[in-house]
């Protein structure tokens, strides 16, 4: 099938691996000569693993000698020298922004950035943006509360830097960012799965058509729930529009993006180092964690970041000619977040894939409790209709697909909690609480 691919730098996207790999080794020597006189986190490191200046970085056997970085090395490292650590080229009065992480998997942890790598931010996103199909003629809306999460930030400067209209939705309840998104002929809507179904969900019981609004095009991050195809289906179904996946991370930056052809992330190698190992073992493999290094952000770099993330690589070509490494399925979910129930390993994000197939069920809850030493895990669902029937459904669809027995339980409408930005949909209880 023939498609239109929009790029952002069409060059660079189709890239021949070759010459790709080359770029990439440019960069990271310029980055490592840059960061490593300078930078008292880097050079510590690489010191410890025998690395004595930047210029024993000759070959890709060297860099992969390089340790990797873990996020607890991070939180440390701010928690003995507050508030932002030695991760630091450049004397603070270089670094014009400061964000936080979510604080999702633990402790946050404060990241700077200095003017270019804040233009580098953007730059990363506008190639999400426009691999998606965003142009300058849109108008982008971000219902997204500005605070120290960076979140959505780089979205909005990216949809600058490729000269759309940014609409900031910050400070408004979800009622009042509906009407501003009509009022002002918003075309795009940038955030979480989970908030644009909560903002349809909201429409729906105001009687608002989401499909009459000029939307076309949803792009999601801060889960993997786009790259599930039910909670797509049902995101676009909603919307009347193409629900798009992106991935990024605070430490690290707008890493990926999906293109027309929708056949998983992309990950933007012009910008980032990706590769993908066993986490038992730190061996390289073709389905495992995702480990990254980023090369326009000089001020507070990662080099060799284990991100937490397990994800796949595909090997036959993507239809887009892109030659960039990709993703199917996106996310797959967290490497630690895998849950073991009665001997079957299951990812949240497949409960949740076969859960939003059910048009009934509204939110829904994990929990997830001890027995005999084992995890037990008890579904929460809201249903709309007939709750009892429903619950018995998604109980059997979950037994015959995953090979599991998960007690489905009805709850009363509204009684679960909604997200604006990463849900949290996965909790641990005392054995057998409800």
Known sequence: MVIDVPYFDQALETLPRERLRALQWERLAGLAREVFPANRFVREKWTAAGIRSADDLRS?????????????????????RPPFGTNLTYPLERYVRVHQTSGSTGAPIRWLDTQASWEWWARCWAFVLRGAGVTAEDRVFFPFSFGLFVGFWGGFEGARALGAMA??????????????????????????????LHLAEVARERGLDLAKLPVRIAIHAGEPGAGIPAVRQRIEEAWGAKAFDHSGMTEVG????????????????????AEVIDPATGAPASEGELVLTNLGRAGSPVFRYLSGDRVRIAREPCSCNRTFLRLPGGILGRVDDMLIVRGVNVFPSAIEGIVREFTAVDEFLLEVYKRSEMDEVRLLVEVDGTPA?????????????????????PVPPRSLPRYELKARRVVRRSAGTS
């Open 389 to 409: 029937p429903t619950a018995r459904e998604v109980q059997q669809r979950l037994r015959v697909e995953l090979g599991i027995r998960v007690e489905v339980v």
């Open 167 to 196: 609409i900031p939705g910050g400070g408004q309840d979800s009622p009042t960012r509906l009407a501003w998104m009509e009022a002002l002929g918003a075309t795009v809507l940038v955030c979480t799965p989970s908030y644009a």
């Open 60 to 80: 890709w056997e060297d860099f992969a000698r390089l340790p990797f970085t873990r996020k607890p090395e991070l939180v440390a490292d701010q928690a003995e």
């Open 254 to 273: 707008a890493l990926s993006f999906e293109c027309v052809a929708q056949a998983g992330l992309h990950i933007n190698e012009t910008e980032f180092i």
